[in-house]
């Protein structure tokens, strides 16, 4: 398809363009981008931008899809148009499914499925560390990545065993892809629902320590420092947690980070009580963890913005907070929140916002994405960064309801995303 998309306020991260500029597209590649006459785009469909701001197509590095085994609460086509819904072109599925991603096939196959049955968002799968994510032996990592895998994660759980997490991070390194880090101990994090502290005692739950993600934080840091692998640090949510990737960047490791919008938007004095909707893991922290979060997004600490898209059945959230799974659903609030919790209140700039959620994350999994240049694909988005409104889980396209944001007020609304110069998701 070739498209003129005019009048719009192009953010480029990759190139720095942040100003008025037309895309001229050709067979789903960026041909030109500047000012085009009505000569040279004779004949083709023509997107009027004005007023609106044209990005690179966002790429979330954390998604549950739930297929295979669950089905009910997501599969991958319903994960692929809420990921379109909410701007990102290109996903990354964690393996914890029914039967677990830890092998060659399950991770063609699952590539299959997205070809047959999605809108063209690129699916880029995360392959388990262990089989069956038991933490007892290694899964075929090799064979994982020659299928398509563009990571490896035990997300759900940390692999307890450090020497086996070892090997693998060296695996890893030979292959040249990231390792992704759920940082958990369960020996500490026990049975907790939610954050340790007074708001878990006046609800009478039991709590989960700051230290259970702090102390394998640390643990993984180190191992990645003595494998030199890729390490990218899922689900941010303590402050300690953002001082030690602080800390591990100025050392020259290589060691990347994300946020979740639920962390840098909320802390444990919002959740209601016996409100499942408010149970994730990593839970809702204390005050100034979510401040840490925050300047850790705005000072460079933290590389990237992750939904940890997590959705479950309705009925499965209604039941009593200690009962109930952890994880909301956030495809489709990740960007409004980003607007209205970080730049329209200072903490990033707009072209700061595209670098934590497109270029950055394309630059962590080495894959195309995060860059509008000439000759790149025309994966893109094109948004209103003043559209107010509130969010309404009724109208999410995700089968998964269960978000804390329900009635919020926010501000920034997707309009138009598209793959290759396609629309596959337009705001009417």
């Known amino acids: 398809m070739n498209t003129w998309i005019k009048n719009g306020h192009l953010l480029d991260p ?55 085994g669950y089905e009910y609460k997501e599969t991958i086509a319903t994960g692929m148009k809420a990921a379109a819904k909410g701007g990102f072109t290109a996903v990354c599925p964690m393996p914890n499914t029914n039967p677990v991603t830890d092998r060659a096939e399950r991770i063609k196959k699952m590539l299959d499925i ?9 699916l880029y799968p995360v392959g388990a560390i262990t089989e069956g994510q038991e933490g007892t032996t290694l899964a075929d990592i090799k064979g994982m990545v020659k299928a398509g895998a563009k990571a490896v994660s035990e997300d759900g ?48 739950l039991p709590g989960i320590p700051c230290t259970a993600e ?14 030199n692998v890729r390490l990218h640090l899922c689900h941010c949510s303590t402050k300690d947690s953002v001082h030690m990737v602080r800390a591990a960047k100025a050392e020259g490791l290589l060691v990347t980070a994300e946020v979740c919008p639920h962390h840098f938007t909320l802390n444990q004095e919002d959740i209601i009580p016996d409100d499942a909707d408010y149970k994730m893991n990593p839970p809702l922290r204390g005050k100034e963890d979510m401040a840490a979060c925050r300047k850790g997004i705005a000072g460079g600490s933290v590389d990237v913005i992750a939904t940890d898209h997590a959705p479950h059945g309705k009925e499965e959230k209604e039941l009593p907070m200690a009962d109930a799974p952890f994880g909301i659903a956030g495809l489709e609030t990740a960007f409004a929140l980003t607007v209205t919790e970080l730049v329209k209140t200072g903490y990033l700039t707009p072209m700061q916002m595209v670098e934590k959620l497109s270029l950055g994350p394309a630059r962590i999994l080495g894959v195309q994405g995060g860059s509008l240049k000439e000759g790149s694909c025309a994966d893109l988005v094109i948004a209103d960064l003043d559209n107010a409104y509130r969010i309404d889980k009724n109208t999410f396209v995700s089968k998964g309801k269960n978000t804390p944001f329900h009635g919020r007020a926010v501000t920034g609304c997707i309009m138009k995303t598209l793959i290759k110069g396609e629309v596959i998701y337009q705001n009417d």
Do not use: W
């Open 214 to 227: 702090d102390v394998i934080t640390a643990r993984d840091i180190l191992l990645a420092k003595e494998t």
């Open 114 to 122: 997205g070809r047959k049955e999605g809108n063209g968002v690129h």
């Open 157 to 204: 759980k940390s692999v307890a065993d450090a020497g086996l997490y070892r090997r693998a991070m060296r695996i890893a390194k030979e292959e040249g892809i990231p390792v992704l880090a759920h940082c958990e101990d369960r020996s500490i994090a026990g049975n907790g629902v939610i954050n340790e502290g007074e708001k878990a005692e006046e609800l009478g």
């Open 14 to 68: 990759d190139t720095g363009r942040d100003g008025l500029f037309d895309l001229l597209i050709e067979n789903g590649i960026v041909k030109a981008v500047g000012s085009v006459s009505e000569e040279q785009a004779g004949g083709y469909e023509v997107i009027d931008a004005s007023g609106l701001y044209v990005m690179p197509g966002f790429i979330d590095l954390h998604v549950h899809f739930r297929e295979p």
